[in-house]
């Protein structure tokens, strides 16, 4: 309970609630009762009790005589002497924690029981950067020591194959379970369509073992040692699960290993399974259409069958037009045509012309170099020794460009199979946000243990980012992930000791109104 003030008899009291919650009230003792002026709300993390205190506190002052002096006199002495002996390690940025942290709770990853997983995710999405910036940041913000060997043994135990052999929680399976049960409840109780995609990421390091391989590189960066991250996500973006491949492999072969592992641990049945060109190929369409599958997959119109590719042309597509082509494997091939894409299109095809022709000006092409291979396929001999370009090649691909296809088995309506399609953008996303928000790569950890954990710790970090957008656009914020991270670094909690009692407390120093509305947003509105 508070001590009234003497002028107006108000103060600011605690009242523990039967939930087990803390509520914070303004109650008046003036008239020798006790009655509520005002209910500031309820919370149960103490930082929080003492931001609605402070509340309260500055309600008091605002109400009470400010004729009047309310605190007798000498109170500027004892305010200075204070502050005056007031440190910086007094300060710490609470922020992170406010934000990023209550979203961890509200997720569930609060589950996961390590106090070093929480840290590693937060920094991950506050000031994301090599493990030694996060023991230096952890140090000086939060108080909390590690050493660099306490995070590579935290990070060795992430391993789910580690764990399962030594009876250690699997903590990369209960992410992936919290992290599902989260997109179910985002997307109404029910998984109905699946987004899966791979992208590579690169290593510093140049030597290469059983799991960094040098392939090619989604990243442009062919001569750094690679894996393959494959992810697989609902609508919205949404993540469901995700898994490491060798550097080397060819991304085709491991969408029916991935997409059946998933769906056995989490029992989302047979969604609608959507994927781009790179994973279209006989062997896929079979095994998706033996498991009871519908898929809708990007298709590569030019490099179909013949006759696929006569039935196509003959259409004569123009601008928004959409037709469907029945292939020979009993799907059917959803064919469009934009002047937007032709533009594009066109405008690629003529850049890669441009740097076939200075480098063939150059001397630097050899037969080598003819295959079909990007625009290496518009190369060809002369006789012997001579190597030219083929522009009559060249000439007929434009009748292709700004035609797009979709092969699917669906019965859905061609219209929603593009927009389905165009859906994958999302799991993009979800790669770009990952590679430059939270710098998943360069990667610089060697052991796949490690390499493992660095990948569940962004993947966690990556949820709670969409969570923040969510609210942010559910609350019409002007407030973007950028901004919302620069704003945490600027929001702070004093700890001080009282000079007449001797009691060591801690609250959050007042925000600004940027600071309040994300606050807000992330602590109230959530529950909406």
Not at 68 to 76: E, K, R, S
Not at 106 to 133: D, Q, T, W
Not at 313 to 327: E, H, Q
Request: with cysteine.
């Amino acid at each position: 309970m508070g001590v009234p003030c003497y002028l107006c008899g108000m103060f600011v009291r605690r009242k523990v609630n039967k939930s087990g919650s803390t509520s914070v009230q303004v109650v008046d003792k003036s008239g020798g009762g006790y009655r509520v002026v005002c209910s500031l709300g309820a919370a149960s993390e103490e930082w929080e009790i003492q931001r609605l205190e402070a509340r309260g506190r500055q309600y008091v002052k605002e109400h009470s005589h400010p004729e009047l002096p309310l605190f007798g006199q000498g109170i500027d002495d004892r305010l200075e002497e204070l502050v005056s002996g007031l440190g910086n390690s007094q300060v710490q940025v609470i922020g992170p924690e406010v934000i990023y942290g209550k979203l961890y709770d509200e997720i569930g990853y609060g589950a996961v029981g390590s106090r070093m997983f929480r840290h590693l995710v937060v920094c991950r999405l506050f000031n994301p950067g090599s493990k030694l910036k996060t023991i230096d940041y952890l140090a000086r913000y939060l108080g909390e020591s590690y050493s660099p060997d306490q995070i590579y043994r935290f990070l060795d135990s992430l391993c789910h194959r580690k764990g399962k052999a030594s009876g250690e929680p699997d903590i990369k399976s209960l992410v992936e379970r919290i992290s599902f049960e989260k997109t179910k409840r985002e997307c109404g109780g029910r998984v109905e369509v699946v987004f899966y995609d791979m992208t590579t990421l690169y290593f510093e390091a140049s030597d290469e073992d059983d799991l960094r391989k040098c392939g090619f590189s989604k990243d442009g960066r062919h001569g750094n040692p690679q894996i393959f991250l494959g992810l697989l996500v609902a609508a919205g973006g949404n993540p469901i699960g995700y898994d490491i491949y060798e550097g080397n492999i060819f991304e085709g072969h491991t969408l029916m290993e991935f997409i059946g592992r998933m769906s056995a641990k989490f029992g989302f049945g047979k969604p609608i399974v959507v994927a781009d060109a790179g994973l279209l190929s006989k062997r896929n369409i079979a095994g998706l259409k033996e498991e009871g599958y519908e898929f809708i997959v990007g298709a590569r119109p030019r490099n179909d069958g013949e006759a696929v590719k006569k039935a196509i042309l003959d259409l004569g597509l123009k601008d928004g037009d959409v037709r469907v082509i029945d292939r020979p494997d009993g799907t059917r091939m959803v064919v469009s045509k934009t002047e937007s894409r032709t533009a594009k299109d066109k405008k690629t095809r003529q850049r890669g012309l441009d740097r076939l022709e200075k480098r063939l000006g150059s001397g630097r092409l050899t037969k080598a170099n003819i295959n079909n291979k990007g625009y290496n396929k518009y190369l060809k001999m002369e006789g012997d020794v001579k190597i030219s370009i083929d522009y009559d090649r060249f000439g007929a691909d434009e009748a292709w460009d700004g035609i797009k296809g979709y092969v699917t088995n669906t019965s859905l309506p061609n219209d929603e199979v593009i927009a389905r399609y165009s859906d994958l953008w999302r799991i993009e996303r979800a790669f770009r946000m990952n590679k430059t928000d939270l710098q998943v790569r360069p990667i610089f950890h060697r052991l796949r243990n490690r390499i493992e954990g660095h990948i569940c710790i962004c993947f966690t970090a990556y949820t709670i980012m969409l969570e923040l957008e969510r609210l942010l656009k559910a609350s019409k914020s002007a407030i973007t992930l950028a901004r919302a991270q620069q704003i945490t670094r600027s929001m702070y909690q004093l700890t001080y000791v009282l000079p007449q009692s001797g009691y060591t407390k801690t609250t959050l120093l007042r925000m600004d109104e940027e600071q309040q509305e994300l606050y807000d947003i992330v602590t109230y509105r959530h529950k909406s």
